[in-house]
T-cell receptor, first 115, second 110 residues
Framework: EPEVTQTPSHQVTQMGQEVILRCVPISNHLYFYWYRQILGQKVEFLVSFYNNEISEKSEIFDDQFSVERPDGSNFTLKIRSTKLEDSAMYFC?????????????FGDGTRLSIL | GQQVMQIPQYQHVQEGEDFTTYCNSSTTLSNIQWYKQRPGGHPVFLIQLVKSGEVKKQKRLTFQFGEAKKNSSLHITATQTTDVGTYFCAGWAGANNLFFGTGTRLTVIP
């Protein structure tokens, strides 16, 4: 069964540095998402992406964050000037063509640790 | 803003006992989805409910969507150790994003 893949599985970065989290969505999917989950808490929506542009973003997704689909397969989340509170699990998800509100397929996540 | 609350936050049950988690939204939802997240894992889609009052079953799991489309429940009959994890409801309210509930963490004691 096709999967969403994320790399790296764990990223350790010094505060103030930039990080890029990478995702390869399922190949025929058209809607892409990033979520954040602080340890032990709920899954928080960051941003949705469709047709090469951001569809919606949450209050968390400020100027520090950006997303990009640089080619036909990768979907990246860049966090500039990381802060301690950016430490969390970051999940990428995708959903198939058709209605937007379809079930989402999640990757295994990238655990981001800011020191 | 939109809020989706779940109760209880934690639930410990003996293996074989039943379990129910309740999901309440501050706004009417166009549909609701349920996800399960095993410890250390990622959310995995379980089911989607669309119609008011809809009830769906998956083996020992029963899902219900409220008449007003603002609440939902998940009931597990005769829990097993494989049911351990956090159960999240997640709703669409017309926006372009899925809004997750606060989750219920289920522990099953063998």
């Amino acid at each position: 069964e096709p999967e969403v893949t994320q790399t790296p599985s764990h990223q350790v970065t010094q505060m103030g540095q930039e990080v890029i989290l990478r995702c390869v969505p399922i190949s025929n999917h058209l809607y892409f998402y990033w979520y954040r989950q602080i340890l032990g808490q709920k899954v928080e929506f960051l941003v949705s992406f469709y047709n090469n542009e951001i569809s919606e973003k949450s209050e968390i997704f400020d100027d520090q964050f950006s997303v990009e689909r640089p080619d036909g397969s990768n979907f990246t989340l860049k966090i500039r000037s990381t802060k301690l509170e950016d430490s969390a699990m970051y999940f990428c998800a995708s959903s198939p063509p058709g209605a937007r509100n379809q079930p989402q397929h999640f990757g295994d996540g990238t655990r981001l640790s800011i020191l | 803003g939109q809020q989706v609350m779940q109760i209880p936050q934690y639930q410990h049950v003996q293996e074989g006992e039943d379990f129910t988690t309740y999901c309440n939204s501050s706004t009417t939802l166009s549909n609701i989805q349920w996800y399960k997240q095993r410890p250390g894992g990622h959310p995995v889609f379980l089911i989607q409910l669309v119609k008011s009052g809809e009830v769906k079953k998956q083996k020992r799991l029963t899902f219900q969507f409220g008449e007003a489309k603002k609440n939902s429940s998940l009931h597990i009959t005769a829990t097993q150790t494989t049911d351990v994890g956090t159960y999240f409801c997640a709703g669409w309210a017309g926006a372009n994003n899925l809004f997750f509930g606060t989750g219920t963490r289920l522990t099953v004691i063998p």
